[in-house]
């Protein structure tokens, strides 16, 4: 199932990430695919907050660095593979072995990589704009337990 959300401030998009890190467990995959701007970095910003990743590490966007990595609660890995040419780059940076730790890995530009070749528990997530303030976030669980922990994320989001 997707899950349709708006948000009208950045701070509402970091609220939406900041629930889902405090609702996350264990290690969770989180691939965001989106245009520039449509608020990817700013969601995971608000994701490390949940996560308690100390305020002095300041999220950036690992557009230049690809792989931005962030201690907390549980360890934050932020990638981007915008710059990737595919799969096989993804390898070269590490992106398989990181997958296999007990770590948050959100994935900026994750639709640059074929479904298929994603561990099969994840979430995904796809950003638009529907004008320069609005942001559309669909979120869509995959594997077990993903739709509920959308739920619970959905839930403690709209009671802040």
């Known amino acids: 199932m997707t899950y349709e959300v708006t948000t009208h401030t ?3 998009t970091r609220a939406l990430g900041r629930s889902l890190g405090q609702q996350i467990g264990k290690g969770l995959l989180i691939r965001l695919c989106g245009d520039l701007g449509s608020g990817k970095t700013c969601f995971v910003q608000g994701l490390a907050e949940g996560l308690q990743v100390p305020e002095a590490y300041g999220v950036t966007s690992p557009t230049y660095t690809l792989i931005n990595e962030y201690p ?6 932020h990638i ?6 595919g799969p096989q780059d993804a390898e070269a940076i590490g992106l398989w072995e990181i997958l296999g730790f007990d ?3 959100a994935v900026e530009w994750a639709e640059r990589i074929r479904e298929e070749l994603w561990p099969p528990d994840n979430i995904q ?3 638009s704009l529907a004008d320069d303030e609005i ?5 869509k ?3 077990l337990g993903m739709d509920d922990l959308i739920k619970e994320v959905l839930d403690l989001w709209e009671r802040r």
């Open 72 to 77: 907390g609660r549980l360890p934050l890995f």
């Open 80 to 85: 981007d593979l915008y710059r990737l040419a």
């Open 125 to 127: 997530i796809r950003f």
């Open 10 to 12: 950045p701070e509402q």
């Open 103 to 105: 770590a948050v890995v």
């Open 141 to 143: 669980g995959y594997g």
């Open 135 to 139: 942001h559309r976030l669909q979120l």
